[in-house]
């Protein structure tokens, strides 16, 4: 019995320290490493999530870079069950969304740093020196650069609408409300 209870007593104790290897596509992405602009971004959209979360509005912030276009897209993604959207999806309102989406749009630019109020927006109080060790960095005008080049979007779907607003780095706004696609039947 004695036997046993060592036997067990030892096998517990070795089972805590047994590791599995990570698969080979994950040992590379672990040796890969980030860039200080991936990591901005990164830092950038939890940033954006955490500040433009508001529960009535169920929405959920992404952030991508267009390498063709040299520009940072931020996307506020709406459910359509968020209040005020809801009510004017229901009676199919797309002057109210398309004011409401405006409003927004507005209050997302002036909050992240994109109006003349630079230097109090989110995009200018992110640490813009990530693992970048080099003195020859200019925080400034990596801020600056950013700014010009930070587009947003904002959007809502239902099932038969989809709304989209798009703020240029120009601070050009541009409304579109289209109907889903609906697919037809094949002929023969």
């Known amino acids: 019995m004695k036997k046993i209870a060592v036997l067990i007593l030892m096998m517990l104790l070795m089972a805590g320290s047994v590791y599995a290897e990570p698969s080979k596509p994950i040992a590379e992405a672990m040796n890969t490493p980030a860039s200080s602009f991936d990591l901005y971004l990164y830092m950038l959209e939890n940033e954006c ?62 909050r992240l740093g994109l109006t003349e109020y630079k230097a109090a927006g989110i995009l200018s109080n992110i640490s813009s020196r990530i693992g970048y060790k080099g ?29 989209l607003l798009k703020r240029n780095h120009h601070g050009e706004v541009f409304f579109t409300g289209t109907d889903h696609f609906k697919p037809t039947k094949k002929t023969k």
């Open 49 to 110: 999530n955490k500040n433009f979360l508001l529960g009535e509005y169920k929405s959920f912030v992404s952030v991508s870079y267009d390498f063709a276009d040299n520009l940072i897209i931020i996307d506020f993604h709406f459910d359509q069950s968020s209040q005020p959207y809801k009510d004017a999806l229901e009676k199919d309102d797309k002057e109210k969304i398309e004011k409401l989406f405006r409003l927004a749009a507005k209050y997302f630019a002036i």
């Open 135 to 163: 003195k020859d960095f200019d925080v400034k005008k990596f801020r600056e650069e950013i700014i010009k080049r930070t587009f947003i979007m904002l959007s809502l779907a239902s099932k038969e609408k989809y709304y």
